[in-house]
């Protein structure tokens, strides 16, 4: 993880480049000289609050804008990092892979179930749709009057908007993936 001297730098850059600004431009708009800019930009500089807000009143930002960390082109996400949510005595594990936190309409749960485990899931939001991906063990599903079960290997999807049960109805632990997609 960046250090704040380095976010700092690299959102000075690259909001001064967003600008079409040069360093000796926005060293003339802040009233800093340039060799302090260039040392701030490379992250080697430690600037003081007062030289931070005459960089931010040069280029006319908010000063939360020198704050804001750079969002990663990807993600790694270990299992061992992540704290479960336990139910049924802690038979069941759900691990919040991906949560809906960023308005992307979709969560990934990664789901451990103990043999003859079962819960139910009260309706989710009208016209979410759970897609399921077992890889080991058996998931029988009951939604309203239809029973149905998914096996190792197996995938289905189905609306979500209403009362519905899983249950692993194997002889062992059953693990599968959850998609939750939220129109």
């Known amino acids: 993880m960046d250090t ?3 976010i700092v730098a690299k959102n000075i850059k690259k ?7 040069s360093q000796d431009e926005l060293a003339r708009l802040s009233g800093i000289s340039k060799s302090m800019l260039v040392q701030i930009e490379r992250g080697t ?3 003081s609050l007062s030289t931070l807000w005459k960089i931010v009143n040069g280029m006319q930002i908010p000063f939360n804008e020198l704050l804001v960390q750079p969002e990663n082109s990807y993600e790694i996400v270990r299992l061992s990092d992540l704290d479960p949510i336990l139910g049924n ?3 069941i594990k759900n691990y919040a892979i991906f949560p809906d936190n960023e308005n992307r309409r979709f969560s ?6 103990e043999p003859g485990c079962s819960w139910q899931s009260e309706p989710h939001l009208r016209g979410t749709i ?4 077992v890889f080991s063990g058996v998931l029988e599903i009951q939604k309203e009057d239809h029973c149905f079960q998914i096996a190792k290997g197996e995938s289905t999807r189905f609306k979500a ?8 109805i194997s002889d062992e ?9 939220n129109p």
């Open 130 to 133: 759970e897609f399921i991906t």
């Open 45 to 47: 500089g430690n600037p």
């Open 15 to 21: 909001i001064r480049l967003e600008k079409g600004l």
């Open 108 to 113: 990934i749960y990664y789901m451990e179930v």
């Open 161 to 168: 908007d209403l009362v519905h049960s899983y249950r692993n």
């Open 4 to 6: 704040i001297n380095e």
């Open 173 to 181: 632990i059953l693990i599968f993936h959850n998609i939750l997609y």
């Open 89 to 91: 005595g802690g038979g």
